[in-house]
């Protein structure tokens, strides 16, 4: 592995279902991300965690929840899925040192709610 | 509020110089940061500035002026493989980063 990874790449799921998308990067990097990326939107922070055992509220936490077990795996969970949650969901990473402080993103989950 | 605007899209020649701004409004202020996307792919890192000025890196180069809240991306030499969106994020107190909507580019030959 390199990087970040997601899984899966793609899915179509029934509103009601219960769906985690995965998330694992090999980085060391303390502090991890999701994003939803939305047609005209920009990306729109879910849920974070700036160390493991660690997490945080971002902009749209409804419906989605998270934990951070160990540095590594950053699973985002949606308990009920319902249609406004079809998007592209990124996940991100970063050293979380420094002074710059950039974000490095998996390739993402195009995730379809009917 | 915090907010980002940067234009909806942009249309550009092969070979040509082409400049695309940013305005931010954000609680606190920790460095704007430029990301390319190409369609269907994930963002990928291309420039951060933090103070005033402006910063070069190849064909690519951003400008900050974090008393008008604005910074652009300057692309140079225009290539087919620059047409991408280009997002443009400021990072906020908290350390959270603030993103446009991006800035799609469609470089013609």
């Known amino acids: 592995i390199a990087g970040i990874t997601q899984a899966p790449t793609s899915q179509i799921l029934a509103a009601g279902r219960r769906m985690t998308l995965r998330c694992t990067q090999d980085m060391r990097h303390n502090a991890m991300y999701w994003y939803r990326q939305d047609l005209g939107l920009g990306l729109r922070l879910i849920h974070y965690s700036n160390t493991a055992g660690t997490t945080g509220k971002g902009e749209v936490p409804d419906g989605y929840s998270v934990s951070r077990a160990n540095t590594d795996d950053f699973p985002l969970t949606l308990a009920s899925a319902v249609p406004s949650q079809t998007s592209v969901y990124f996940c991100a990473s970063s050293p979380l040192s420094g002074n710059t402080d950039t974000q490095y993103f998996g390739p993402g989950t195009r995730l379809t709610v009917l | 509020g915090q907010n980002i605007d940067q234009p909806t899209e942009m249309t550009a020649t092969e070979g040509a110089i082409v400049q695309i701004n940013c305005t931010y409004q954000t609680s606190g202020f920790n460095g704007l940061f430029w990301y390319q996307q190409h369609a269907g792919e994930a963002p990928t890192f291309l420039s951060y500035n933090v103070l005033d000025g402006l910063e070069e890196k190849g064909r690519f180069s951003s400008f900050l002026s974090r008393s008008k809240g604005y910074s652009y991306l300057l692309l140079k030499e225009l290539q087919m493989k620059d047409s991408a969106s280009y997002l443009c994020?400021?990072?906020?107190?908290?350390?959270?980063?603030?993103w446009g909507a991006g800035t799609k580019l469609i470089i013609k030959p």
């Open positions: 994020a400021a990072m906020d107190s908290n350390y959270q980063l603030i």
